[in-house]
């Protein structure tokens, strides 16, 4: 009798014990595992809703201090429908949401005669005040419900690097375009899976159940973009491009030492808080999606190549004879007139085609090919930004001694404005390539920060060729600079020297050769020369009633230096460089 | 012995029932306090966008202004000196 009654105690002994296990293990799951479902569940009391609540992370520009502004973030607000069946008098409903929302009275009549429909959506992204004194109106027949939207506070400024949301191919909302798409799994907030079968979720997921691995990646996205830099870069490029009419106009600040991005843009681009109204040709980045004949600015690369090379050397002269034929083909100076006897750094101060097809004919075609690879030309940058082609450097496969003139001031190969930016940076960086990138950190949950890391810099040109020709850049900007200031006196010489080059190049005509009165202005510079924190490389396509770069870029790019080194605070350099004489 | 293990075992049962009640009540009110906070966190975060907004919107419209349009003009001349911080913390004064 006595062992009997403790082997039944012993079992309901068990039995307790195990309904005890699956309490807690139950509570476990509710709250620790699926906290987050119920809390959404318990969200929507607050009001009805019908659909999920959206959420995505932040992507956050960086102002200078280190303070992060939302680039992109969710904005909470409501939705007002209707159900028309419990409408009894429309025009008073009418009347009464009128008095707190914009309605156009038509469409909420439509949707008000549509008694068989239980649902009619009437506005989106109501303010929260605003849905809060529809809710308190208690209109009968009036919906009003809890909405979430990805907010672009920021509006144009980045707009296609930021990207944008939208639905793919399996109806699934996620990022399209820029680093919404980039760092799509990073920012998408996926909602738990609610499985029903405690035993199942327990014994059949075990790896999943502690954490999902989704989960684990979520985050924001922290940039390296400087919005106040980022908003005068726009207004300087939708300056330039208004006045002279180009089809685009763009433009990339960047560290060269780091490759982080400050600010980077063109125009025309398009609202993403306004994607219905907004035109789909200019969704994408041409930064990184377009390549381009630079023109000119190409010579510095070609005069560090040839330095780095031996093949030059600095106080080195040549005979410029005006125009050359390679080939059979006419290779000229944009002027066309001959000078003699002339010493490398007119190259650059004059920016002679015949001299820089000299230090290509020095230099030989494998030299020659081996360092605009090495600059990274033709290949892809690996920025963080999606759809990123190769520029076309075909011409330098030819033993075609043209084809290496015309490479060398920067004609017959095509580049994207982020391949030339890379390659140009080199003399900024002491002859190191960088890896131009956008995000520079991560952002989690739990409140860690996650720096990203990128390839380290490549070097190409020893520090002492960026040195020389970086000189010699130096003397090429106050002859442009004094131009752009004697059109507009407001312009002020910065107070650093600064290194930079011009270039102008002719357009290829679809139907052969290139068209002579249509051309591809671009402006690179970098400062201050002795020690750069700032490179800018600006462009604009097919500006209309200006020949020359210098024309057009110049003053947004004296602009564009002024507000940084003001902004940044960059101590003045203690001796200017002088205008070169050649200038008068 | 048996009169005191099932007394014992009718007590655990009692505590148990009353613990796992107990726990439900916790949990619930605490899922309560985590909803009413996430709540407020996402309304915050939206009235941060909307200021973030307007001060996008402030900066862009400060930014295109003309300095010569609120009366300032070019300087003539423009010297630099050296910072010296001999007073409170914040504070430098140039030159002396």
């Known amino acids: 009798m006595r062992r009997s009654f403790r082997f039944r105690l012993r079992i309901l002994g068990g039995v307790i014990l195990c309904v005890v296990i699956f309490l ?7 709250q620790i595992l699926h906290g987050s479902t119920y809390a959404a ?45 419990e409408i009894k008098s429309p025009e008073e409903v009418y009347t009464e949401l009128s008095s707190q929302i914009p309605l156009d009275s038509a469409a909420f009549f439509t949707a008000a005669a549509k008694v068989e429909d239980p649902y009619e959506v009437l506005v989106h992204h109501v303010s929260y005040a605003t849905g809060q004194a529809i809710s308190a109106l208690h209109i009968p027949g009036v919906i009003v419900e809890i909405e979430r939207w990805r907010l672009y506070p920021a509006g144009t400024e980045a707009a296609q690097t930021l990207g944008f949301l939208a639905y793919n191919s399996e109806n699934q909302y996620t990022g399209q375009a820029g680093l919404e798409e980039s760092y ?8 738990s899976g609610f499985i029903g ?49 180009s089809t685009e106009t763009g433009g990339i600040i960047l560290n060269p030492k ?24 200019y969704f994408g980045n041409p930064l990184v999606q377009h390549e381009y004949e630079f023109g000119s600015i190409q010579k510095s690369l070609t005069m560090s190549s040839g330095l780095d090379s031996g093949a030059i050397t600095p106080d080195e002269t040549y ?34 085609n015949v001299g820089a097809a000299f230090i290509a004919t020095q230099m030989g075609h494998a030299t020659q090919r081996k360092y605009d690879t090495a600059l990274g030309l033709g290949e892809k940058t690996g920025i963080d930004l999606p759809g990123e082609i190769t520029g076309k450097l075909q011409n330098l496969n030819t033993n075609q001694d043209v084809n ?8 017959g190969i095509a580049v994207t404005p982020i391949e030339m930016i890379r390659a140009l940076a080199a003399n900024a960086n002491q002859g190191a390539i960088v890896t131009p990138h956008v995000a520079t950190a991560i952002q989690y949950a739990d409140g860690t920060t996650k720096q990203i890391a990128y390839p380290a810099p490549i070097q190409v040109f020893k520090p002492a060729t960026a040195a020389i020709v970086t000189h010699m850049l130096v003397t090429v900007f106050p002859c442009d600079a004094r131009i752009a200031m004697a059109a507009d006196p407001s312009l002020l010489m910065p107070i650093v020297n600064v290194a930079a080059k011009t270039g102008t190049a002719q357009i290829v005509n679809p139907q052969g050769g290139y068209y002579s009165n249509i051309f591809f202005h671009s402006f690179w510079g970098y400062f201050p020369a002795n020690d750069p924190q700032f490179a800018i490389l600006l462009y604009t396509n097919r500006p209309q009633g200006v020949e020359y770069a210098s024309g057009t870029l110049t003053a947004p790019f004296m602009d564009l230096t002024n507000f940084l080194v003001n902004y940044y605070q960059l101590p003045p350099t203690s001796t200017p460089t002088p205008v070169p004489a050649f200038c008068d | 012995m048996p009169d005191r293990i099932i007394p014992a075992l009718g007590f655990s049962c009692g505590a148990l029932a009353t613990t796992y009640l107990v726990l439900m009540v916790m949990t619930i009110f605490f899922a309560t306090w985590q909803t009413e906070a996430m709540n407020s966190v ?16 402030a900066m862009d419209h400060a930014s295109a202004l003309s300095p010569a349009t609120l009366g300032f003009v070019t300087p003539t001349r423009i010297a630099f000196v050296p910072s010296a911080s001999n007073a409170s913390a914040g504070l430098s004064f140039a030159g002396n």
């Open chain 1, 258 to 281: 780091t490759g982080a991005i400050i600010a980077l843009d063109t125009y025309p681009t398009f609202n993403p808080n306004d994607l219905a109204n907004s035109n789909p040709q």
């Open chain 1, 197 to 245: 079968n405690f035993f199942a979720e327990l014994f059949a997921n075990l790896n999943t159940t502690a954490v999902h691995p989704q989960n684990s990646e979520e985050g924001n996205v922290i940039t390296s973009i400087e919005p106040l830099v980022e908003q005068r870069l726009d207004q300087d490029l939708k300056a330039v491009n208004d006045e002279y009419k």
């Open chain 2, 42 to 57: 996402r309304l915050s975060e939206g009235q941060i966008g909307n200021l973030e907004t307007s001060y996008y919107a």
């Open chain 1, 319 to 352: 005979n410029d004879t005006g125009c050359i034929h390679p080939n059979g083909a006419k290779v000229c100076n944009f002027d066309l007139v001959a000078r003699g006897i002339t010493p490398m750094i007119q190259i650059l101060d004059q920016s002679l």
């Open chain 1, 24 to 30: 807690i293990g139950r509570l476990f799951f509710i």
């Open chain 1, 404 to 411: 290496y003139d015309t490479a060398s001031f920067g004609q």
């Open chain 1, 41 to 85: 569940k318990a969200n929507r009391q607050y009001v009805s809703s019908s659909q999920e609540l959206y959420d995505r992370g932040t992507i956050y520009f960086t102002l200078k201090d280190g303070t992060l502004v939302s680039a992109a973030t969710i904005a909470t607000g409501y939705l007002i429908a209707i159900d028309p069946e």
């Open chain 1, 184 to 191: 799509n799994t990073v920012l998408e907030r996926n909602s």
